[in-house]
């Protein structure tokens, strides 16, 4: 478990929060209260507000066509951050906040995992451990019916199929695995984007992007999710090999047990996660001790 969590921290993350009830500069002021560094607005298509920090990275805050109000809203993306950032994005998540950012319905969260050095062989240890798992992902992260159903549909049985049989290894294949043919200039908005775990991302920012998480601006939520994201890719670049045949079936009566014991073997565990199996635990049904629910006494 220890090899997870040193290859956990080893990991580049970044972040896109989708905020209603805040203007683009009002969220840039939120963020330079704790980063610091210089507010500039740089307009353009996005009508782009920017946060260059004193450590020179570059926070945006841009608009989004999904948010229900353009000039009162805000999608703040984070720089590539390490794990020591942690505290840093909390405390910007919190300065939101208080400016009077909401997460409605309409919002969401999307986490960008970045690939580095990953194989192939990796890559796709991780698309079959998130396929897996994804109906209990989905319902520990509360993800709404109507974001699956439009800007984050779970993972295509065609994309699995595909995997099986050509057994990618090589960039190229898996790109092949991944469109349903060689799509050697991806554009930004191509329609495979919208996948809960989408690699169109990697073909065009060099990211996993996990896409399924409602907005949110409750920093303890957003940390756990990162750290899901984070444990997954952990385990995937570890692992020998994975297998999506037995897909786990979603079960209301274990659901809270069968995730808390996925929770420990991606090495959630102890004090340091506690909060984390917390977040990522309350929205299930069941009991997390007992997998049947607490034994009645006679």
Same mark, same amino acid.
């Given at each position: 478990m220890?090899?997870?969590i040193?290859?956990?921290?080893?990991?580049?993350? *970044?972040?896109?929060?989708?905020?209603?009830?805040?203007?683009?500069?009002?969220?840039?002021?939120?963020v330079q209260s704790v980063v610091g560094g210089e507010i500039a607005y740089a307009g353009g298509t996005y009508d782009t507000w920017t946060v260059t920090a004193h450590d020179g990275r570059v926070w945006k805050m841009v608009s989004d066509a999904s948010l229900?109000?353009?000039?009162?809203?805000?999608?703040?993306?984070?720089?590539?951050?390490?794990?020591?950032?942690?505290?840093?994005?909390?405390?910007?998540?919190?300065?939101?906040?208080?400016? *009077?950012?909401?997460?409605?319905?309409?919002?969401s969260q999307h986490i960008h995992v970045g690939a580095g050095e990953m194989t192939v062989k990796q890559i796709i240890n991780l698309v079959k451990m998130e396929y897996r798992q994804e109906e209990l992902i989905i319902k520990s992260l509360g993800t709404h019916e109507s974001r699956l159903a439009s800007y984050c549909h779970r993972t295509d049985a065609a994309f699995i199929e595909r995997l099986e049989r050509q057994k990618p290894e090589t960039m190229r294949e898996l790109n092949e695995a991944w469109y349903g043919y060689y799509n050697a200039n991806p554009t930004h908005y191509d329609g495979s984007r919208y996948h809960f775990l989408n690699l169109h991302a990697l073909f065009t920012k060099g990211t996993i992007e996990w896409r399924g998480q409602n907005g949110s601006v409750h920093a303890g939520e957003i940390k756990a999710r990162i750290f899901l994201a984070l444990a997954f890719t952990a385990k995937a670049i570890n692992a020998r090999c994975a297998s999506c045949r037995?897909?786990?079936?979603?079960?209301?009566t274990s659901a809270k047990y069968d995730f808390r014991v996925e929770l420990l073997s991606l090495g959630l565990i102890g004090d340091e996660f506690k909060n984390t199996r917390m977040h990522l635990l309350k929205n299930l049904p069941g009991c997390a001790a007992w997998k049947n629910g607490r034994p009645v006494a006679a």
């Open positions: 220890q090899n997870q040193e290859t956990m921290k080893k990991l580049t993350y *970044g972040t896109e929060l989708e905020l209603e009830g805040i203007t683009r500069r009002r969220a840039a002021e939120a229900s109000s353009r000039a009162n809203s805000a999608e703040v993306v984070t720089p590539v951050l390490r794990w020591e950032d942690m505290d840093t994005l909390q405390e910007v998540v919190r300065a939101l906040r208080r400016a *009077g950012a909401r997460a409605e319905r309409t919002t037995t897909r786990r079936e979603y079960n209301p």
